[in-house]
């Protein structure tokens, strides 16, 4: 039976609903070390953010959950252990609510959510990751998000993610990683021979330069731009090259600049996990309570609507629909609550409804008869409840169907709209199907 793409959408943002258990230039990076939940102890420490992508192109990132409790609070509460409290609470200074709940996110470059992973320590890590010793966090949690994707995607990741070790354990499991490298220390001897960053700054914007293995499965690139930038990958590299325009503060205006393949390809995959945050931030929901169960759930619902929303366009973007028909968020989002409404209040006495309109039909005797309003399309579709009822009415009423001009005294009980049932015209089966 073929779907409609806008029921189609619907349906698939009610299923995330209840079937889900449950950013991106070169960001920054955080400790290889796991990050310890806070205690009465506890002294927070400098940490930087992380991100990741795949290119079938998804990518991964750190998308912590706020969390409205002040941080001495949650140090002491934590000391519990049946009280209530969060057990995996993060304190990352570097993110705009840097007290939440640390969840890597792996999406699509449009920005379309494939898996993601609460943060509860490596040690949970290590019981989903088979045989990955000596990864660090990033790998770990690199290795444990790729384990839902296909073999031969192409995965783009930030520094938190990119290590010599990590990247072959990924190439053996056909992975094929792309990311920027900012510590010096995971590039082993390739930093000594590659260009100083003075000399490459004397050469000027755009100067690049390559190195790879003896195997020439793996090369690390630095371009200097305004900065040095290290990257590291196993199917790009420097050529071919091509240009960009960078702004030049000297000169006051964009200046024509060399850039290796591999920068090109990490700028238009990265970016996915970024468009969800926003798509989210645009209408989250928002209430005053402090649990954070309720957080988690409202959030992971925005996350929902956000991600079908996404699917939704991109399906209509598929088929050709004019732009004017695909609805904005906000529209589909009110879509959303009203189906569910709709079908909670398909739920309730179908005999009171029947009084009621009995009682309608009594008060408005000798008057304009009233027009019912045609019920959501999630109501009529259902298929159970919608029986005919025959209505002694003196003059027949005209059916609801559109382009239907034909007159009925047969009504739906649960729709409370007149439709045609006749051997000829059956305008009955053709609204409820």
């Known amino acids: 039976m073929f779907l409609f793409p806008e029921r189609f959408s619907v349906q698939t943002a009610l299923e995330q609903f209840w079937l889900n258990d449950g950013d991106n230039s070169d960001l920054e990076d955080l400790s290889d070390n796991d990050d310890p939940i806070l205690d009465a102890n506890y002294q927070p420490r400098t940490q930087e953010r992380s991100s990741s992508e795949d290119e079938d192109d998804s990518s991964d990132d750190e998308d912590p959950i706020p969390q409205p409790t002040e941080h001495s609070r949650g140090r002491k509460r934590l000391r519990g252990a049946n009280n209530g409290a969060c057990p995996c609470r993060q304190y990352l200074p570097m993110k705009p609510n840097p007290v939440g709940i640390k969840n890597f996110v792996c999406a699509t470059a449009d920005g379309i959510v494939l898996d993601f992973d609460l943060y509860q320590g490596t040690g949970a890590l290590l019981e989903q990751v088979e045989e990955e010793v000596g990864l660090g966090l990033g790998g770990l949690v690199l290795a444990r998000l790729c384990q839902t994707l296909h073999r031969g995607t192409k995965v783009y990741c930030d520094r938190f993610f990119t290590s010599i070790r990590g990247v072959e354990q990924m190439m053996k499991k056909e992975m094929y990683i792309t990311g920027t490298i900012i510590m010096k220390n995971r590039l082993a001897g390739a930093k000594e021979k590659l260009p100083s960053d003075k000399t490459m700054k004397n050469t000027g914007r755009g100067t690049s330069s390559e190195l790879s293995t003896e195997d020439g499965k793996l090369c690390v690139v630095k371009w200097y731009d305004n900065k040095p930038v290290l990257m590291m990958s196993v199917v790009h590299g420097t050529e071919p090259e091509d240009t960009c325009q960078r702004w030049d503060k000297k000169l006051k205006q964009y200046v024509t ?33 402090k649990k954070w169960t309720m957080r988690m759930l409202m959030h992971f619902t925005d996350l929902a609507l956000g991600n079908s929303w996404l699917l939704y366009r991109k399906d209509l973007a598929i088929c050709a629909a004019p732009k004017k028909s695909i609805m904005q968020f906000l529209e589909f989002r009110t879509e959303i609550a009203t189906t569910l409404l709709a079908q ?46 025959m209505i002694s009415l003196k003059n027949a009423a005209r059916c609801r169907v559109a382009g239907c001009t034909g007159r009925t005294r047969v009504r739906c009980v649960t729709c409370k709209v007149f439709l045609c049932l006749q051997g000829d015209r059956n305008c009955y089966t053709a609204f409820h199907t």
């Open 344 to 389: 909670h209040h398909g739920q309730g006495s179908h005999a009171d409804l029947s009084e009621q309109s009995e009682e309608e039909d009594n008060s408005n005797q000798g008057n304009k008869r009233p027009v019912t309003a045609v019920p959501h399309v999630s109501v009529r579709r259902r298929a159970n409840a919608h029986l005919p009822e």
């Open 257 to 289: 600049v060399s850039r290796p393949s591999i920068v090109r390809e990490y700028n238009l995959k990265m970016g996915g996990v970024d468009l969800i945050d926003r798509m989210i931030s645009y209408y989250r929901m928002s209430a005053r309570t």
